[in-house]
Protein backbone atom coordinates (compact mmCIF):
# COMPACT_ATOMS: atom_id res chain seq x y z
CA UNK A 1 0.00 0.00 0.00
CA UNK A 2 2.81 2.61 -0.02
CA UNK A 3 2.36 3.16 -3.60
CA UNK A 4 -0.94 4.53 -2.62
CA UNK A 5 -0.08 6.19 0.53
CA UNK A 6 -0.79 9.59 -0.01
CA UNK A 7 -4.05 9.28 -1.87
CA UNK A 8 -5.30 7.17 0.67
CA UNK A 9 -4.56 9.85 3.78
CA UNK A 10 -7.39 11.62 1.65
CA UNK A 11 -9.40 9.40 0.31
CA UNK A 12 -9.67 6.98 3.32
CA UNK A 13 -8.59 3.16 3.33
CA UNK A 14 -12.40 2.17 1.58
CA UNK A 15 -11.34 3.53 -1.66
CA UNK A 16 -8.38 2.11 -2.54
CA UNK A 17 -10.23 -1.28 -3.16
CA UNK A 18 -13.35 0.21 -5.02
CA UNK A 19 -10.68 1.68 -7.74
CA UNK A 20 -9.22 -1.41 -7.75
CA UNK A 21 -12.55 -3.27 -9.12
CA UNK A 22 -13.52 -0.36 -11.27
CA UNK A 23 -13.53 -0.34 -14.77
CA UNK A 24 -13.52 2.86 -16.90
CA UNK A 25 -14.13 3.22 -20.60
CA UNK A 26 -12.24 5.84 -21.93
CA UNK A 27 -12.48 7.22 -25.59
CA UNK A 28 -9.54 9.13 -27.23
CA UNK A 29 -5.89 8.87 -26.62
CA UNK A 30 -4.95 12.38 -27.24
CA UNK A 31 -4.22 15.48 -25.12
CA UNK A 32 -6.97 14.69 -22.61
CA UNK A 33 -6.21 11.12 -22.09
CA UNK A 34 -2.58 12.00 -21.30
CA UNK A 35 -3.55 13.42 -17.97
CA UNK A 36 -6.73 10.82 -17.41
CA UNK A 37 -4.70 8.01 -18.23
CA UNK A 38 -1.38 8.90 -15.78
CA UNK A 39 -3.69 9.69 -12.89
CA UNK A 40 -6.20 6.95 -13.33
CA UNK A 41 -3.61 4.28 -13.80
CA UNK A 42 -1.76 5.75 -11.06
CA UNK A 43 -4.66 5.69 -8.26
CA UNK A 44 -4.48 2.21 -8.82
CA UNK A 45 -7.61 2.01 -10.89
CA UNK A 46 -8.22 -1.84 -11.97
CA UNK A 47 -9.34 -1.98 -15.23
CA UNK A 48 -8.88 0.93 -18.24
CA UNK A 49 -10.39 0.14 -21.86
CA UNK A 50 -8.79 2.77 -24.29
CA UNK A 51 -10.04 3.22 -27.82
CA UNK A 52 -8.90 5.74 -30.10
CA UNK A 53 -8.42 4.86 -34.05
CA UNK A 54 -5.51 6.96 -34.86
CA UNK A 55 -1.63 6.80 -35.05
CA UNK A 56 1.18 9.31 -33.31
CA UNK A 57 1.97 12.31 -35.67
CA UNK A 58 4.24 14.88 -35.37
CA UNK A 59 1.41 17.97 -34.57
CA UNK A 60 0.36 15.49 -31.83
CA UNK A 61 3.29 16.26 -29.56
CA UNK A 62 2.92 20.01 -28.01
CA UNK A 63 -0.01 18.63 -26.22
CA UNK A 64 -0.33 14.74 -26.41
CA UNK A 65 2.27 13.92 -23.64
CA UNK A 66 2.31 10.29 -23.14
CA UNK A 67 4.02 10.37 -27.14
CA UNK A 68 7.55 10.51 -28.25
CA UNK A 69 9.26 11.18 -31.27
CA UNK A 70 9.92 7.58 -31.32
CA UNK A 71 6.31 6.77 -31.36
CA UNK A 72 5.43 8.56 -34.66
CA UNK A 73 3.30 6.94 -37.11
CA UNK A 74 2.12 4.49 -33.77
CA UNK A 75 -0.90 3.43 -33.28
CA UNK A 76 -2.06 6.01 -29.89
CA UNK A 77 -3.78 2.91 -28.35
CA UNK A 78 -0.99 0.87 -28.55
CA UNK A 79 1.50 3.51 -27.45
CA UNK A 80 -0.33 5.21 -24.49
CA UNK A 81 -1.60 1.14 -23.43
CA UNK A 82 2.25 0.67 -23.05
CA UNK A 83 2.46 3.84 -20.84
CA UNK A 84 0.12 2.82 -18.18
CA UNK A 85 1.65 -0.42 -18.02
CA UNK A 86 4.61 1.25 -17.86
CA UNK A 87 3.58 3.28 -14.94
CA UNK A 88 1.52 0.30 -13.15
CA UNK A 89 1.76 -2.87 -13.79
CA UNK A 90 -1.31 -4.04 -11.51
CA UNK A 91 -3.63 -2.18 -14.01
CA UNK A 92 -4.93 -4.25 -16.54
CA UNK A 93 -5.53 -1.79 -20.10
CA UNK A 94 -7.52 -3.09 -23.21
CA UNK A 95 -5.99 -0.68 -25.94
CA UNK A 96 -8.73 -0.65 -29.04
CA UNK A 97 -7.47 0.58 -32.23
CA UNK A 98 -11.00 1.78 -34.07
CA UNK A 99 -13.22 4.09 -33.97
CA UNK A 100 -16.23 4.65 -31.62
CA UNK A 101 -19.35 5.16 -33.24
CA UNK A 102 -23.23 4.19 -33.06
CA UNK A 103 -22.97 0.37 -33.67
CA UNK A 104 -20.01 -0.44 -30.97
CA UNK A 105 -20.10 2.09 -28.62
CA UNK A 106 -22.57 0.05 -26.20
CA UNK A 107 -20.23 -3.01 -26.34
CA UNK A 108 -17.06 -0.51 -25.87
CA UNK A 109 -18.79 0.37 -22.78
CA UNK A 110 -19.38 -3.52 -21.72
CA UNK A 111 -18.27 -3.99 -18.18
CA UNK A 112 -17.21 -0.37 -17.14
CA UNK A 113 -18.98 1.66 -14.55
CA UNK A 114 -17.82 5.00 -16.12
CA UNK A 115 -17.22 6.74 -19.48
CA UNK A 116 -14.69 9.37 -20.09
CA UNK A 117 -14.89 11.52 -23.15
CA UNK A 118 -11.38 12.00 -24.49
CA UNK A 119 -12.10 12.48 -28.31
CA UNK A 120 -12.29 15.34 -30.04
CA UNK A 121 -15.29 14.41 -31.66
CA UNK A 122 -18.47 16.33 -31.85
CA UNK A 123 -20.20 13.58 -32.98
CA UNK A 124 -18.50 10.88 -30.44
CA UNK A 125 -19.48 12.66 -27.44
CA UNK A 126 -23.62 12.59 -28.35
CA UNK A 127 -22.93 9.21 -29.14
CA UNK A 128 -20.99 8.59 -25.53
CA UNK A 129 -24.05 10.89 -24.04
CA UNK A 130 -27.04 8.75 -25.64
CA UNK A 131 -24.97 5.05 -24.76
CA UNK A 132 -24.29 6.68 -20.91
CA UNK A 133 -27.64 8.13 -20.51
CA UNK A 134 -29.67 4.56 -21.90
CA UNK A 135 -27.65 2.73 -19.68
CA UNK A 136 -27.49 4.93 -16.71
CA UNK A 137 -23.57 5.02 -16.71
CA UNK A 138 -21.99 8.34 -15.73
CA UNK A 139 -20.33 9.85 -18.32
CA UNK A 140 -17.27 12.36 -17.68
CA UNK A 141 -16.99 14.68 -20.99
CA UNK A 142 -14.35 16.94 -21.92
CA UNK A 143 -13.92 19.76 -24.86
CA UNK A 144 -10.61 22.21 -25.25
CA UNK A 145 -10.25 24.54 -28.29
CA UNK A 146 -8.25 27.55 -28.50
CA UNK A 147 -7.79 29.13 -24.95
CA UNK A 148 -10.71 27.54 -23.25
CA UNK A 149 -12.46 24.66 -22.13
CA UNK A 150 -14.82 22.72 -20.11
CA UNK A 151 -15.29 19.44 -17.84
CA UNK A 152 -18.71 18.15 -16.79
CA UNK A 153 -19.86 14.81 -15.44
CA UNK A 154 -23.43 14.09 -17.17
CA UNK A 155 -25.51 11.11 -17.51
CA UNK A 156 -25.62 8.73 -14.36
CA UNK A 157 -28.30 9.91 -12.30
CA UNK A 158 -28.09 13.49 -13.84
CA UNK A 159 -29.32 14.71 -17.13
CA UNK A 160 -26.93 14.58 -20.83
CA UNK A 161 -25.01 16.35 -22.19
CA UNK A 162 -27.79 17.50 -24.68
CA UNK A 163 -29.45 18.63 -21.55
CA UNK A 164 -26.59 21.06 -21.30
CA UNK A 165 -25.74 21.36 -25.59
CA UNK A 166 -29.14 20.93 -26.89
CA UNK A 167 -28.78 22.95 -29.56
CA UNK A 168 -26.32 23.47 -32.83
CA UNK A 169 -23.23 25.72 -31.54
CA UNK A 170 -22.59 28.56 -33.82
CA UNK A 171 -19.11 27.33 -34.08
CA UNK A 172 -17.65 23.98 -33.45
CA UNK A 173 -13.87 23.10 -34.89
CA UNK A 174 -11.83 20.53 -33.58
CA UNK A 175 -8.10 20.91 -32.20
CA UNK A 176 -6.92 20.35 -36.23
CA UNK A 177 -9.49 23.26 -37.04
CA UNK A 178 -9.07 25.84 -34.28
CA UNK A 179 -5.61 25.09 -32.24
CA UNK A 180 -5.21 24.59 -28.94
CA UNK A 181 -2.85 25.48 -25.70
CA UNK A 182 -1.39 22.69 -24.60
CA UNK A 183 -1.09 23.54 -21.09
CA UNK A 184 -4.84 24.25 -20.96
CA UNK A 185 -5.73 20.53 -22.67
CA UNK A 186 -3.92 19.84 -19.77
CA UNK A 187 -5.14 21.40 -17.11
CA UNK A 188 -8.63 20.11 -18.40
CA UNK A 189 -7.78 16.35 -18.59
CA UNK A 190 -6.98 17.15 -15.14
CA UNK A 191 -9.76 17.99 -14.26
CA UNK A 192 -11.87 14.98 -15.79
CA UNK A 193 -9.69 12.65 -13.71
CA UNK A 194 -10.11 13.91 -10.47
CA UNK A 195 -14.14 14.14 -11.35
CA UNK A 196 -13.16 10.57 -12.47
CA UNK A 197 -11.61 9.75 -9.34
CA UNK A 198 -14.44 11.04 -7.05
CA UNK A 199 -16.91 9.16 -9.04
CA UNK A 200 -15.03 5.67 -9.03
CA UNK A 201 -14.99 6.02 -5.01
CA UNK A 202 -18.15 6.81 -4.21
CA UNK A 203 -18.67 10.95 -4.58
CA UNK A 204 -21.27 12.09 -6.26
CA UNK A 205 -20.80 15.37 -6.16
CA UNK A 206 -18.95 16.43 -9.37
CA UNK A 207 -22.19 14.61 -11.62
CA UNK A 208 -24.77 17.40 -12.52
CA UNK A 209 -21.94 19.85 -12.68
CA UNK A 210 -19.17 22.01 -15.36
CA UNK A 211 -16.67 23.17 -14.64
CA UNK A 212 -14.97 25.83 -17.19
CA UNK A 213 -11.47 27.71 -17.79
CA UNK A 214 -10.94 29.94 -19.88
CA UNK A 215 -6.75 31.03 -20.07
CA UNK A 216 -7.37 33.87 -22.21
CA UNK A 217 -9.12 35.74 -19.27
CA UNK A 218 -7.78 33.57 -16.70
CA UNK A 219 -11.46 32.99 -15.03
CA UNK A 220 -12.60 29.90 -13.67
CA UNK A 221 -16.70 29.37 -14.43
CA UNK A 222 -19.03 26.66 -13.70
CA UNK A 223 -22.52 25.66 -13.05
CA UNK A 224 -25.28 23.44 -11.79
CA UNK A 225 -27.50 21.43 -14.52
CA UNK A 226 -28.63 18.70 -12.04
CA UNK A 227 -32.19 19.75 -12.98
CA UNK A 228 -31.94 20.30 -16.86
CA UNK A 229 -34.66 19.30 -18.99
CA UNK A 230 -33.46 17.22 -21.74
CA UNK A 231 -34.35 18.52 -25.21
CA UNK A 232 -37.45 16.98 -27.25
CA UNK A 233 -35.28 17.23 -30.60
CA UNK A 234 -33.03 14.95 -30.34
CA UNK A 235 -31.91 13.49 -33.31
CA UNK A 236 -29.50 10.63 -32.50
CA UNK A 237 -26.31 9.16 -34.53
CA UNK A 238 -26.55 6.04 -36.65
CA UNK A 239 -23.97 3.91 -38.46
CA UNK A 240 -24.17 4.09 -42.50
CA UNK A 241 -24.30 0.67 -42.96
CA UNK A 242 -27.90 0.98 -41.15
CA UNK A 243 -29.15 2.51 -44.14
CA UNK A 244 -32.14 1.42 -45.76
CA UNK A 245 -33.61 1.73 -49.19
CA UNK A 246 -36.85 3.41 -48.36
CA UNK A 247 -34.79 6.24 -46.49
CA UNK A 248 -34.58 9.80 -47.49
CA UNK A 249 -31.04 9.82 -47.25
CA UNK A 250 -29.38 13.36 -47.74
CA UNK A 251 -25.28 13.27 -48.11
CA UNK A 252 -24.08 17.12 -47.33
CA UNK A 253 -20.79 16.29 -48.27
CA UNK A 254 -19.10 17.43 -51.48
CA UNK A 255 -18.13 14.95 -53.55
CA UNK A 256 -14.38 14.98 -52.79
CA UNK A 257 -15.21 14.12 -49.21
CA UNK A 258 -16.19 10.71 -49.68
CA UNK A 259 -18.42 8.60 -52.21
CA UNK A 260 -22.26 8.11 -51.26
CA UNK A 261 -23.10 5.66 -48.11
CA UNK A 262 -25.95 4.33 -49.86
CA UNK A 263 -27.15 3.45 -53.63
CA UNK A 264 -30.46 5.57 -52.64
CA UNK A 265 -28.52 8.71 -51.37
CA UNK A 266 -28.96 12.02 -52.95
CA UNK A 267 -25.94 14.83 -52.78
CA UNK A 268 -26.95 18.06 -51.88
CA UNK A 269 -25.71 21.24 -50.64
CA UNK A 270 -26.46 22.20 -47.45
CA UNK A 271 -29.44 24.32 -46.49
CA UNK A 272 -31.40 22.51 -50.06
CA UNK A 273 -32.10 19.96 -47.67
CA UNK A 274 -36.40 21.05 -47.94
CA UNK A 275 -36.43 21.16 -51.53
CA UNK A 276 -36.01 16.95 -51.45
CA UNK A 277 -38.52 16.29 -48.64
CA UNK A 278 -40.48 13.20 -49.53
CA UNK A 279 -42.69 10.88 -47.81
CA UNK A 280 -40.38 8.04 -46.26
CA UNK A 281 -40.04 6.07 -42.79
CA UNK A 282 -37.16 7.85 -42.10
CA UNK A 283 -34.97 10.54 -43.18
CA UNK A 284 -30.91 10.12 -42.65
CA UNK A 285 -28.46 12.98 -42.86
CA UNK A 286 -24.55 12.56 -43.69
CA UNK A 287 -21.45 14.73 -43.54
CA UNK A 288 -18.38 14.29 -42.13
CA UNK A 289 -18.40 15.20 -38.51
CA UNK A 290 -22.55 15.49 -37.63
CA UNK A 291 -22.63 19.02 -37.71
CA UNK A 292 -23.75 20.04 -40.97
CA UNK A 293 -26.01 17.12 -40.90
CA UNK A 294 -27.79 18.72 -37.32
CA UNK A 295 -27.74 22.24 -39.15
CA UNK A 296 -29.96 20.22 -41.63
CA UNK A 297 -31.72 18.06 -38.67
CA UNK A 298 -32.70 21.77 -36.89
CA UNK A 299 -33.80 23.05 -40.30
CA UNK A 300 -36.37 19.83 -41.59
CA UNK A 301 -37.38 19.67 -37.69
CA UNK A 302 -39.97 23.17 -39.12
CA UNK A 303 -40.64 21.30 -41.76
CA UNK A 304 -41.99 17.72 -41.14
CA UNK A 305 -42.78 14.82 -37.99
CA UNK A 306 -40.39 12.38 -39.60
CA UNK A 307 -38.44 11.19 -37.44
CA UNK A 308 -35.02 12.60 -38.43
CA UNK A 309 -31.69 10.61 -37.70
CA UNK A 310 -27.38 11.52 -38.82
CA UNK A 311 -24.31 10.33 -40.06
CA UNK A 312 -21.08 11.19 -39.17
CA UNK A 313 -19.34 9.27 -42.33
CA UNK A 314 -15.54 10.61 -40.63
CA UNK A 315 -12.62 11.34 -43.24
CA UNK A 316 -12.87 9.34 -45.95
CA UNK A 317 -11.73 10.87 -48.86
CA UNK A 318 -13.16 10.03 -52.26
CA UNK A 319 -10.87 8.71 -55.13
CA UNK A 320 -10.37 10.84 -58.10
CA UNK A 321 -12.79 8.08 -60.06
CA UNK A 322 -15.31 8.29 -57.43
CA UNK A 323 -15.41 12.33 -57.47
CA UNK A 324 -16.06 11.99 -61.18
CA UNK A 325 -18.74 9.36 -61.56
Known amino acids: MSRYA?????????????????GVLVVGAGGLAAPVLQYLAGAGVGFLRLVDPDRVELSNLHRQTLFRMEDLGQPKAMVAAAAVRALNPDVGVEPVQQALGPGNAEALAEGCSLVLDCADSFAVSYIL??????????????????????CGAFCGAVPSLRAVFPDLPP??????????????????????????????????APLGRLVSFDAAHWRWGGFSFARA???????????????????LILDLRAPEEGPLPHPAALRIPPGAEAQHLRPAPRIVLVCRSGLRAWGAAERLATLTDTPITLVAMGDRTATPEQVTA
Do not use: K, N
Open 6 to 22: RQAAILGDAAQPLLAAA
Open 171 to 204: RLGSCAETGVAGPVVGIIGALQAQMALALLTGDA
Open 129 to 150: SDQCFDAGVPLVSASVTGLGGY
Open 229 to 247: PEPAFAPRFIEADTLRPDD
